[in-house]
């Protein structure tokens, strides 16, 4: 820590100096970083804490083959200064990891935030004490920080699932899941390699060893929607042509559906078949998600305007894979879900991975994995598919898992591990009743992850944290908590909105589905981001009544 954070007084728990902050920022990614700014700005004492040896967050633990952008570049930034957004230029459209993370050090750097960022280090505890309405939060270092806010960007996939299958610790190969994947890369040139999960991590990661690896299989369960990625080089002109844009960026990019570029323009009951037909085939030529995010909102609540959008996809994906062993596995059917009620990947030539002779696809919905073997993978049906290397794509503990892994504790000493445990529930996402000064991003029911452009989302969350606690501190108050009516109000509104359509009839982890005994409900607020903004500038206009302050 640097010495303007530090204060006298020891702690007896860990025999060290106890830190004394206005503020904890838990993760320097991309919201971590720009709350920490913020923070700075208003004059706090803040510091963040990263478990990574350096920012990045997502694009730090992320470097799995394949792993790129399916966002615009342009559109994934920071939106709050010209100078800033000008002054970094994008190579293409979908950028791959390692050009993201160089962005993410140019901001640091840029902003010189690292002299208040604790790399390597993990936030394992926080416990409010009501008597002094402070948290006290401690790290895996020893740290003890007595702090007024704990502001969490812990990130809503950032808590890998993990040990799902018997036998894993008994594979005599290389086991690696893409959250955690080696900053140096593995070596698979040549040898037997096994993808589990076949999401939009697996997508990419199939894609791009395919061609490397002397064999490889596919353990497929879920099948997916696909979408073809278009991915143009940007050069000086391309540069020129989006930073020419950066005012209309800013004006309209926050305030659309999903916070992309695009939004919702067509209404199914006013084009004939035929236009609808046209309007699906240009989108879907775009190369991007605009056929998910800006195409017919009506796929979202109707089940027939589902279908048949779901059924153009299906074709689309049938004409490219022609034989029906891998269509059966790999395309959706009617009865599974619709298009867009899952995530969507983008892909580069994936469904012709699957017409390579080096390359085997397992269906492991009616044969599943049951354990890990010495020499490989063992099916239901007793078939051991051996392999030098597995490679895990197998998701996440979405929105809920950064934070129930971190022993959190607000008032009366409950936990919010054991709170979630039973119902998911917060005011806004942005806070949580009964934890005073706990405010966090990327959390459940806020727009985040599912249907949103995270950078946008993400700026909007931790600017309404800076604005309430600039607002606490004018009106000389110290504390601000959701009160249980308030968050009672969102919980309904939220549950309204989301039970209107056609997701929550679905199983994925967009409801918590894939972590066993995980509470069901929508995770990601799915009424708009630019409603989801007017919301929280009218919850802080009207003086904060959903929440008490004192």
Not at 505 to 516: A, D, E, F, K, L
Request: aromatic share 10%.
């Amino acid at each position: 820590m640097t010495e303007t954070a530090t204060s006298g007084t020891t702690s007896e728990a860990t025999g060290g100096a106890t830190v004394e902050l206005d503020a904890v920022v838990l993760g320097a990614g991309v919201a971590g970083l720009y709350q920490l700014h913020q923070l700075r700005e208003e004059g706090l004492r803040v510091k963040a804490f990263e478990a990574g040896d350096d920012v990045g967050g997502t694009w730090y633990w992320n470097r799995y083959p394949g792993a790129r952008f399916d966002s615009e570049a342009y559109i994934y930034q920071y939106l709050f200064s010209e100078e800033l957004y000008k002054d970094w230029s994008w190579s293409e459209k979908f950028p791959g990891q390692p050009e993201i993370e160089r962005w993410l050090h140019y901001v640091a750097d840029r902003l010189d935030l690292r002299r208040d960022i604790r790399f390597s280090t993990r936030i394992v505890s926080a416990h409010f004490d009501e008597d002094r309405d402070r948290w006290t939060v401690r790290t895996d270092r020893g740290d003890v920080i007595d702090t007024q806010f704990f502001v969490t960007c812990g990130g809503m996939l950032s808590a890998p699932i993990t040990h799902q299958f018997q036998g894993q610790d008994t594979f005599a190969g290389q086991l690696v899941y893409t959250s955690s994947y080696p900053a140096d890369g593995l070596d698979v040139a040549g040898k037997r390699v096994g993808v589990v999960g076949i999401g939009a991590t697996g997508i990419q990661v199939i894609q791009t060893i395919a061609p490397q690896v002397g064999h490889l299989t596919v353990f497929a369960r879920t099948p997916q929607y696909t979408l073809p990625m278009k991915n143009p080089s940007y050069g000086p002109e391309e540069q020129r042509w989006y930073k020419g844009r950066f005012d209309e960026l800013k004006a309209t990019v926050p305030h659309t559906f999903t916070g992309f570029e695009y939004d919702f323009e067509h209404v199914w009951d006013e084009c004939t078949p035929e236009q609808r037909t046209e309007i699906l085939e240009e989108i879907y030529q775009d190369g991007s998600l605009k056929l998910w995010l800006a195409g017919f909102g009506e796929m979202f609540f109707s089940a027939e305007v589902s279908e048949t959008i779901s059924e153009f996809v299906r074709t689309k994906m049938r004409a490219r894979l022609k034989d029906q062993r891998l269509i059966d596995i790999l395309v959706p059917g009617p009865d599974d879900y619709g298009f867009g009620t899952h995530r969507v990947p983008l892909e580069r030539g994936y469904l012709e991975v699957y017409h390579q002779d080096n390359v085997d696809l397992v269906g492991v919905r009616q044969n599943p994995i049951v354990r890990f073997r010495p020499e490989g993978i063992e099916l239901a049906d007793g078939t051991v598919v051996e392999l030098d290397v597995v490679i895990l794509a197998t998701g996440f503990d979405a929105g809920t898992g950064a934070l129930t892994r971190i022993d959190i504790r607000g008032r009366d000493g409950r936990s919010l591990a054991d709170d979630w445990g039973r119902e998911i529930r917060t005011t806004m996402g942005l806070a949580k009743h009964g934890y005073p000064n706990l405010l966090t991003t990327a959390v459940p029911l806020a727009p985040s992850a599912a249907l949103c452009n995270m950078t946008t989302c993400l700026q909007q969350q931790t600017e309404w944290i800076t604005q309430a606690i600039r607002d606490l501190r004018a009106d000389g108050l110290s504390v601000i908590e959701p009160t249980e009516q308030g968050e009672a109000a969102w919980v309904d509104h939220h549950d309204e909105i989301a039970n209107a359509t056609l997701v929550p009839r679905t199983h994925s982890w967009y409801m918590g589905s894939n972590v066993p005994g995980k509470p069901r409900r929508l995770l990601s607020y799915i009424g708009g981001v630019g409603a989801y903004r007017s919301r929280c500038l009218e919850e802080a206009e009207a003086g904060y009544p959903a929440f008490h302050r004192k």
